[in-house]
């Protein structure tokens, strides 16, 4: 085994971390070496941003040992450990919105000049890492101007710029299309070619495949297995984070479609960055009572923004969408959701969640108006509907009381889907919502989806994964530049929904 040990630059000893009565981490061994990939895998709520929050200075352990090079270090905030050699890409987006890409960047370590900042330099640097990234910006953008997508590559470069010999990327890819993330990976590469050493965290299994070297899995905060490239596949990941027997299920079967419940007529939305073009060009969809559709499309193909209008977020250039044959013209957000239109949202962060309300507020805050009684606001009721939605989309949390931000990230995505689900809505869209989600639950999600459409629910689904859309769409349509390019039904190959989407497709 020794050798196992050679090249560690850093090492958790029996890491202990508890949240008030939450032990979220169980006295975990860890080590990380040079010029190598250690993935993390492990269910929502495993435990694995904690330990990287600890790694890097943002939290502290409640016990344990962290050594660095074979000495002995404590890390009061992620100032200190940055200036320590390690820097950490956050889970959930960590910029300053009304700021720019460049002040993000640099944010807590300008760089002086002869009088004030250093604007000119910060600003070649900022260049410079973006032209690395290929991300097309100009550094002085204001960061809440920029695609969630586009925020993540900010989240990433600012973690680059410190030049740092630990790097850990908590869900970097999350929001990142598929080129996007190969730019990434190519990165990475060259990363541990200069010797440094990385954690990498994601749910999109396959992806944390392509760049693991060892790969370690958590569950309910220990350390349960762990293993080298060449000994693990697929199956062993799933294995030893969810248990067997997993299934992530086939679209579902032994229900009639309805009547149109959707219906979507030569829709347009145009480009607010180039008004000359049209992000949606005149589209027609119509989904049926019961149906599950999915989208499938690369980034900018038109998904988010296809969704938005139906929902009422965002101006149409032209066209009509339509509720059960009744056109939808002027109904604001809220009406549209009163009207039975649900969207789960691309950010969760920012259109989402209220950061500063408790798992059950933030479920029951949509459908406020059940929980009425004789006009007036009943405890009980928000409560009992606050309970069910925990046990129907399996939040892992200590119950609803507790603060939204106390959840790990995949339970936070799903309290997203269940406040969406707690309306009761006869049209549920979904833009990418398994961001983050473990597997398993993802399988329950699909599960919990399925029968809601047996009920007569209309679900519309949007994803870049191609495995999804076999998992659970009756129909897949997919879009390219605004318009769809193809329909398939759930005989549909991966090549075949991947090649009409104009991705190039891996021998
Ligand atoms: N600030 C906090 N207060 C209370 N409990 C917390 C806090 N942060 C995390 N926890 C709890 O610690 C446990 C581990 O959470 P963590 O965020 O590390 O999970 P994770 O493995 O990163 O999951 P995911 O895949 O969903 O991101 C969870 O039970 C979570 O609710
Ligand atoms: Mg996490």
Redesign the pocket.
């Known amino acids: 085994m020794s050798d196992a040990f050679d090249g560690v630059v850093l090492e958790a000893r029996h890491i202990v971390?508890n949240?008030?009565g939450?032990r979220?981490?169980k006295g975990v061994n860890f080590q990380i070496r040079k010029g190598t990939v250690t993935t993390?895998f492990?269910?929502?709520?495993?435990?694995?941003?904690?330990?990287?929050?600890i790694l890097s200075g943002v939290?502290q352990p409640t016990s344990g040992e962290i050594v660095l090079e074979g000495e002995p270090v404590s890390f009061s905030s992620t100032t200190d450990a940055r200036d320590r050699g390690i820097s950490i890409i956050h889970?959930e987006l960590s910029l300053a919105p009304n700021l720019s890409v460049r002040d993000n960047i640099f944010l807590g370590r300008e760089i002086p000049g002869p009088v004030g900042v250093d604007y000119a330099e910060e600003t070649r640097q900022t260049r410079a890492l973006l032209e690395e990234l290929q991300l097309p910006i100009e550094p002085d953008t204001i960061v809440s101007d920029l695609r969630v997508g586009q925020q993540q590559i900010i989240e990433i470069a600012r973690a680059l710029s410190v030049n740092a010999r630990i790097l850990i990327m908590?869900?970097p890819t999350s929001a990142l299309a598929a080129a996007e993330v190969q730019v990434l990976f190519g990165i990475i590469r060259d990363l541990l070619a200069r010797g440094v050493a990385i954690v990498y965290?994601s749910?999109h299994l396959e992806e944390a495949l392509e760049v693991t070297d060892h790969a370690v899995v958590?569950r309910d905060?220990a350390m349960t297995a762990r293993g080298e490239r060449q000994d693990i596949d697929l199956d062993w990941i799933v294995r030893n984070m969810v248990g067997d027997d997993f299934d992530l299920g086939s679209p579902p079967t032994g229900h009639e479609l309805g009547d149109v419940a959707l219906s979507v007529r030569g829709l347009r939305v145009l480009d607010p960055e180039n008004p000359e073009r049209a992000i949606v060009d005149g589209l027609s969809l119509d989904v049926r009572r019961g149906e599950i559709v999915c989208l499938y499309g690369l980034m900018g193909s038109g998904r988010t923004e296809l969704l938005e209008a139906i929902a009422g977020r965002g101006e149409i250039a032209g066209g009509t969408v339509a509720l059960d044959g009744e056109r939808l013209t002027t109904e604001t957000i809220a009406e549209r959701i009163e009207r039975g239109i649900g969207l789960v949202p691309e950010d969760r962060q920012r259109d989402g969640l209220v950061q500063t309300m408790s798992v059950g507020q933030n479920l029951t805050l949509a459908s406020l108006r059940d929980c009425l009684v004789r006009g007036v606001l009943s405890p009980r009721r928000e409560k009992r509907l606050a309970q069910r939605m925990v046990t129907d989309v399996t939040v892992?949390?200590?119950g609803p009381d507790?603060?939204i931000?106390?959840?790990?990230?995949?339970?936070?995505?799903k309290v997203v889907i269940g406040k969406v689900l707690a309306t009761s809505p006869r049209v549920m869209l979904l833009d990418e919502p398994s961001r983050?989600?473990?597997v398993g639950a993802k399988g329950e999600v699909f599960r919990l989806l399925a029968s809601h459409a047996a009920e007569g629910l209309t679900v519309v689904y949007s994803t870049s994964e191609v495995g999804e859309c076999l998992s659970i769409a009756h129909r897949i349509v997919v879009l390219r530049r605004g318009r769809i390019s193809a329909e398939f039904g759930a005989d549909a190959t991966k090549e075949m929904i991947m090649a009409a989407s104009g991705e190039a497709v891996a021998a």
């Not at 492990?42 to 929050?53: F, I, Q, R, V």
């Not at 931000?405 to 995505?413: I, Y």
Request: avoid cysteine; hydrophobic fraction near 25%.
């Open positions: 971390k949240y008030g939450t979220a981490l993390l492990g269910e929502n709520g495993a435990g694995k941003s904690t330990l990287m929050k939290e889970q908590d869900e965290i749910h958590l905060g892992k949390t200590a507790v603060p931000g106390s959840l790990s990230g995949g339970n936070q995505q983050g989600i473990d």
